[in-house]
């Protein structure tokens, strides 16, 4: 399962062009939906055949452990 490379422009074009036009995608996989969510890590997992993509899932990622030992401390 490749995971996006987010500087790959073509292959990102791609990945939203999938999610955009596929019937059981979501907005929420779109990648510049994961840009609204600062501060959250954001991978794209896809798969492809024959160079078509064919499945894709989002993956949005908050880190809350920093939080939790925060709030444990003070």
Same mark, same amino acid.
């Given at each position: 399962?490749?995971? =996006?490379?987010?500087?790959?422009?073509? +292959?990102?074009?791609?990945? !939203?062009? &999938?999610?955009?036009?596929?019937? #059981?995608?979501? &907005? +929420?996989?779109?990648? !510049?939906?994961?840009?609204?969510?600062?501060?959250?890590?954001?991978? *794209?997992?896809? =798969?492809?055949? !024959?160079?078509?993509? *064919?499945?894709?899932?989002? #993956? =949005?990622?908050? !880190?809350?452990?920093?939080?939790?030992?925060?709030?444990?401390?003070?």
């Amino acid at each position: 399962m490749p995971i =996006l490379k987010k500087d790959d422009i073509d +292959m990102v074009s791609k990945y !939203n062009s &999938f999610v955009k036009n596929y019937p #059981c995608a979501s &907005f +929420m996989q779109d990648v !510049n939906w994961g840009n609204l969510k600062k501060n959250w890590k954001k991978e *794209y997992i896809y =798969l492809e055949r !024959n160079k078509k993509i *064919y499945a894709a899932m989002s #993956c =949005l990622i908050k !880190n809350t452990i920093y939080k939790v030992f925060c709030d444990i401390c003070s």
